[in-house]
Nanobody
Framework: QVQLVESGGGSVQAGGSLRLSCAVS????????MGWFRQAPGMQREGVAA????????YHADSVKGRFTISRDNAKNTIYLQMNSLKPEDTAMYYC??????????????????WGQGTQVTVSS
């Protein structure tokens, strides 16, 4: 089975930082494609970042470039999303996802077949 469990969400003030974690079982984060998505109420789910086993290695949405960084720890089979300089518009439920095929795109939720339950991030002004 494939299981993804997110943690690290919370409430912070604008300009603050959070690090989200996604503990993965039944799937190798080293060889698979992993992504972070977010969804705010009334909004579409959007790709935030992704990490791949090959070049270009990572993807970050334009809205978070320079502020968010995706990474992985192969030994722990865990991926992370370091979020700095948080803005109120970053408020959303954040989901960890794993691709169900060898191919994936960072901003296409349809490429990901396995999903965590999400962790809430709330950024206040």
């Amino acid at each position: 089975q494939v299981q993804l469990v997110e943690s690290g969400g919370g409430s912070v003030q604008a300009g603050g930082s959070l690090r989200l974690s996604c503990a993965v079982s039944g799937y190798s984060v080293r060889t698979g494609c992993m992504g972070w998505f977010r969804q705010a109420p009334g909004m579409q789910r959007e790709g935030v970042a992704a990490i791949y086993p090959r070049a270009p290695n990572t993807y970050h949405a334009d809205s978070v470039k320079g502020r968010f960084t995706i990474s992985r720890d192969n030994a722990k089979n865990t991926i992370y999303l370091q979020m700095n300089s948080l803005k109120p518009e970053d408020t959303a439920m954040y989901y960890c996802a794993a691709s169900s095929s060898p191919y994936c795109r960072g901003n296409y939720a349809s490429d990901y077949g396995y999903w965590g339950q999400g962790t809430q991030v709330t950024v206040s002004s």
